[in-house]
């Protein structure tokens, strides 16, 4: 079934019954299984159960039309591919799918060449991410793993920087703690820029031997050392004409980075054991959670090179200081696992919520990352609630303290010591009325106007 490059099975989405069926006999004949839906909502219940290698999706329909089943789908499967069909075609609808993710677009009545050739034209990694997942904010990714979530200030700042230096060939060096998402950053440049049809290689510099690293990045010819059984083409052969992403950038040894900083001065480099000289067109980003001006004075960074390196500048600030973005980023990966592990996706107390946005998140976005997939993992319910929660962050609680780092407003301190103290007396409300010397119902509507539950 060559000729229909692996597509096993499609559905076939159209509210004329006549269509639907000719369209299954086409693909039956070519021995392509169909699966027939005759609305919009029908379409989305299939996807969400089964796995289809096309959509063939009908734009006018009564119920929803197709634009918006479209839309649907690059939310809720990505990685599905569509291929757009109408009765009614015009260049805006035309443009207008295209842009939303369509791979391709059929006018009605159209031969079975026609749709053969669409087919053909499908290339393995097209996925409708893979087209145009662009982020609200006009931000492209590669996938719906990639998808760079954040809607505070400070991220705004980094999509808008982000957009203006992917299409330059300026280096980049990306600053932030473990965990904020450096290396997404690195690679949302390198798919919005002008390279992006070209390799992304990443190498963490921590992982490099020393021995072995001028092999890994210029490569070698045989019998250039001990070993050098084969000839070896490094990693800048390999990204040549794309992006190279040098994560941990502070762990190069003094000699890497005065090697380096010569490859980015002549823009040539040598195999290791050859004369002969390679031209070299990479754009350069790099990465580091340590503060790079810290090394250069303690002398195991160049200046030099740091200023070769750092021409734009992007700091990714920790989460706790854009903590708008937490319940974001719950939901995104509440629903990224709940997809992978199959389970209803639950929904979060506000109580949880005020939590989590509270703890302080060390390993920032990863160490959430992490907690979601273990909570949804271990705890089988459908609401997530504080007795969720890891004791570590749930206890942070505990320790009340009025003169933390942070100035609060009288209210703000109200809630969280009206919070602290149902915690401490386990919930039980005549109790902590008690203890705040309040009456019991008063109690009760500031728990309500807090959302504390
Ligand atoms: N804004 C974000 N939206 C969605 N996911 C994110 C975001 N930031 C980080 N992540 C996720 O958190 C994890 C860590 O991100 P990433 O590897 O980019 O961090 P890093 O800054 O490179 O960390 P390290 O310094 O430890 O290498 C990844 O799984 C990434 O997908
Ligand atoms: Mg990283």
Not at 88 to 112: E, H, M, N, S, W
Not at 198 to 215: G, H, M, N, Q, R
Not at 315 to 336: A, G
Request: hydrophobic content about 40%; proline content about 4%; charged content about 30%.
């Amino acid at each position: 079934m060559n000729s229909f490059n692996n597509i096993n099975r499609v559905l076939v989405v159209d509210d004329e019954p006549v269509v639907r069926n000719g369209i299954d006999r086409i693909l039956r004949n070519r021995g392509i299984s169909s699966v027939l839906a005759a609305n919009g909502s029908e379409a989305l219940s299939l996807l969400a159960h089964s796995r289809f290698d096309l959509v063939l999706l009908d734009i006018r329909m009564e119920d929803m039309d197709g634009i918006q089943v479209l839309k649907e789908i690059r939310v809720k499967h990505p990685d599905t591919r569509v291929i757009m069909i109408t009765g009614y075609p015009t260049i805006d609808t035309a443009v207008q799918c295209i842009k939303l993710g369509a791979l391709d677009y059929l006018v009605k009545p159209f031969r079975i060449d026609d749709l053969e050739v669409a087919i053909n034209k499908i290339k393995p990694t097209d996925t409708v991410s893979k087209k145009s997942i662009v982020n609200k904010f006009g931000l492209k990714i590669e996938s719906s793993k990639h998808l760079i979530v954040g809607q505070s200030p400070p991220m705004k700042e980094i999509f808008d920087k982000i957009l203006r230096v992917a299409p330059t060939d300026s280096t980049v060096l990306i600053t932030g703690e473990s965990g904020t998402g450096k290396e997404l950053v690195a690679r949302a440049i390198h798919v919005n820029s002008n390279r992006s049809h070209k390799e992304f290689v990443a190498v963490d510099c921590s992982s490099l031997v020393e021995t072995l690293l001028e092999s890994e990045l210029f490569g070698h010819v045989k019998g250039s050392f001990t070993g050098a059984i084969h000839t070896k083409h490094g990693l800048f052969e390999l990204a040549n004409h794309g992006t190279f992403f040098f994560d941990e950038i502070s762990n190069l040894s003094l000699t890497t980075q005065a090697k380096l900083l010569r490859v980015i001065q002549e823009r040539e480099f040598m195999k290791v054991g050859d004369q002969k000289k390679i031209k070299l067109d990479i754009r350069i980003i790099s990465a580091s959670n340590k503060d790079l001006h810290d090394s250069i004075k303690a002398g195991t960074f160049r200046e030099d090179l740091y200023y070769r390196l750092s021409v734009v500048p992007i700091h990714l600030p920790p989460l706790r200081e854009r903590k708008e973005d937490i319940p974001l980023l719950i939901d995104h990966f509440l629903n990224q696992f709940s997809q992978k592990i199959k389970k209803p996706i639950p929904e979060v107390s506000p109580e949880a919520i005020e939590i989590l946005k509270e703890y302080a998140w060390p390993g920032n976005v990863r160490e959430l990352k992490h907690i979601i997939e273990r909570i949804l993992v271990l705890e089988d319910t459908d609401v997530i609630r504080a007795s969720n929660l890891p004791a570590y962050i749930s206890q942070r609680q505990g320790e009340f303290q009025i003169f933390s780092e942070e100035l609060l407003s009288l209210e703000e301190l109200e809630k969280k010591y009206i919070r602290f103290v149902l915690q401490r007396t386990r919930g039980k409300k005549t109790l902590a009325a008690k203890i705040l010397g309040i009456n019991r119902k008063t109690l009760g509507l500031k728990i309500k106007r807090y959302n504390l539950s």
